[in-house]
């Protein structure tokens, strides 16, 4: 397994309009409502990609916790071009864990807007379709809120408690999650909020008037699709589709852009970060070039 050469979406200095883009793409490929993932940012990091919790180990623009994070690029990761990342994670007693090598790379996507825009749509499609089995019910955005907060499990609890019984003490039932985070099931004068106002106010830190995502108006980052059999090439044939990349004068593409086809592919909406079938020709017609085949 070889870890896959990674640009990152944007540097560190948290550029807005480049992180609206990115959470618009994941939006695009997902099919998760871009507002609700905008807002959702917004109320965990202040879309500022590399914050990190005080209390716990919430790292991102989504605040993903260590084992949230694992478990969501474990099950998506590959079919988002992550494959060595996902291949990294096992679970062992009961939780996931990510060997030595690979630890530092995998937990540092989390500061990657693209990998934690795509993560957290990929959670909250899945929530979603628990939640609703689970309540019988349609779910919002406020709903899946809450799984992101809770986890799926905490937020059955939560959810089906606060329907039956909205009045009641939602620390009483949470405890753990209440110490931790006393600003959501306390008032500011320390009394504890029922589980209607805590769904109230969770309502109101992920609400907001809907946004229309950005103009797609760059590809984004390049994640290097894994390994595959490609089909061999007759060395005449690869020469003359080498020589059609090239303009007259112009030295050949760079692997970086005969991997993507950038241009031809932005304008035809092709999802970069699933690998194409062109793609993999251009590369392999590239390995040809510098091999002095073609």
């Keep these: 397994m ?3 050469t990674i640009r990152p979406t944007l540097d560190q ?3 807005a309009q480049a992180i609206r883009r990115a959470i618009g793409r994941a939006a695009n490929r997902t099919g998760v409502d871009f507002t609700y993932l905008l807002n959702q940012a917004k109320s965990e990091s202040g879309l500022n990609p590399t914050a990190k919790a005080g209390n716990s180990s919430a790292t991102g623009l989504y605040q993903f916790i260590d084992q949230s994070w694992l478990g969501v690029m474990k099950q998506h990761g590959a079919e988002h071009g992550y494959g060595w990342a996902a291949d990294a994670i096992h679970r062992q007693g009961g939780r996931w864990t990510v060997k030595s090598e690979y630890r530092e790379a995998v937990f540092a996507l989390r500061k990657d807007p693209e990998a934690s825009s795509l993560m ?5 499609s899945d929530n979603a379709a628990g939640l609703k089995q689970s ?3 349609d779910v919002g955005s406020t709903d899946l809120y809450f799984a992101h907060f809770l986890g799926l499990h905490g937020a059955k609890k939560f959810l ?3 329907d039956h019984a909205p009045g009641a003490t939602a620390a009483a039932l949470f405890p753990r999650e209440a110490a931790a985070n006393r600003t959501i099931f306390y008032t500011k004068s320390g009394e504890a909020r029922s589980l209607g106002q805590v769904y109230a106010l ?3 830190k992920i609400g907001g008037p809907a946004e229309a995502p950005p103009v797609a108006d760059d590809p984004g980052p390049t994640l290097m699709a894994e390994d595959q ?3 061999p090439t007759p060395p005449e044939v690869a020469t003359v ?3 059609a990349l090239t303009t007259e004068g112009a030295s050949a593409p760079s692997p970086l852009e005969a991997m993507l086809g950038q241009q031809a592919q932005a304008s035809a909406g092709i999802d970069l970060l699933k690998p194409q079938p062109g793609q993999a020709r251009l590369a392999y017609l590239m390995v040809l070039n510098q091999l002095g085949t073609v």
């Design 2 to 4: 070889s870890r896959q």
């Design 13 to 15: 200095t948290g550029d």
């Design 120 to 124: 957290a749509a990929a959670y909250a």
């Design 135 to 137: 309540l019988g019910r």
């Design 160 to 162: 089906k408690a606060a």
């Design 202 to 204: 969770m309502g109101r």
């Design 229 to 231: 059999a490609l089909s």
């Design 241 to 243: 589709q080498l020589a």
